[in-house]
Antibody, heavy 120, light 106 residues
Framework: QLQLQESGPGLVKPSETLSLTCTVS??????????WGWIRQPPGKGLEWIGS???????YYNPSLESRVTISVDTSKNQFSLKLSSVTAADTAVYYC????????????WGQGTLVTVSS | SYELTQPPSVSVSPGQTASITCSGE??????VCWYQQKPGQSPVLVIY???RRPSGIPERLSGSKSGNTATLTISGTQAMDEAEYYC?????????FGSGTKVTVL
């Protein structure tokens, strides 16, 4: 069964860049059946889709974050990554990576999530 | 931007039926799925393709859609069903989540 694990700093200073990596195990990130996505959830709030990437490198971003987001994939390491620039306190959230099944348009496997706090 | 609207909260007595709605423009043309999230846990898919249940999800959770409104129904609600529920719709490139509904089992 596919498993995902987020990793990266839990504390980022305002105006700096948040960087997270998701490592995929139990399957290949080069599958044509999936996109690989990032979702976040501010404390006490709802889920927000950040963006997704196909194994070929094609990216899709939430228009509200597009100017600050970069998602990339490293098929040799079975990993994909998120960079969010110019962060503020509003970017404090639990960040999840997840697998998006293209045929049915749902996230069927999620990582455990990692809390990233933006604070000086 | 595309939005999905859910009621903020639903209360239900044990053994009764809870219904959560999710509405959005042209939702009838999209697949809808539902996630259950308990405090401190990652979301879990409970319904996909409007009404299909993944393996391991109890039959008391069911989904339906009529026009531009999707509904998650919990029949014979149990204490373990108390959670936040999110609907989600999307296409091959983007995904949108509803605002979430807190289900409280009284």
């Amino acid at each position: 069964q596919l498993q995902l694990q987020e990793s990266g700093p839990g504390l980022v200073k305002p105006s700096e860049t948040l960087s997270l990596t998701c490592t995929v195990s139990g399957g290949s990130i080069s599958s044509s059946s999936y996109n690989w996505g990032w979702i976040r959830q501010p404390p006490g709030k709802g889920l927000e889709w950040i963006g997704s990437i196909y194994y070929s490198g094609t990216t899709y971003y939430n228009p509200s974050l597009e100017s600050r987001v970069t998602i990339s994939v490293d098929t040799s390491k079975n990993q994909f990554s998120l960079k969010l620039s110019s962060v503020t306190a509003a970017d404090t959230a639990v960040y999840y990576c997840a697998i998006y099944r293209l045929s049915s348009r749902y996230f069927n496997f999620w990582g455990q999530g990692t809390l990233v706090t933006v604070s000086s | 931007s595309y939005e999905l609207t859910q009621p903020p909260s639903v209360s239900v007595s044990p053994g009764q039926t809870a219904s959560i709605t999710c509405s959005g423009e042209n939702l009838g043309d999209k697949y809808v799925c539902w996630y259950q999230q308990k405090p401190g846990q990652s979301p879990v898919l409970v319904i996909y393709q409007d009404s299909r249940r993944p393996s391991g999800i109890p039959e008391r959770l069911s989904g339906s859609k009529s026009g531009n409104t999707a509904t998650l129904t919990i029949s014979g609600t149990q204490a373990m069903d108390e959670a936040e529920y999110y609907c989600q719709a999307g296409d091959t490139s983007t995904a949108v989540f509803g605002s979430g509904t807190k289900v409280t089992v009284l």
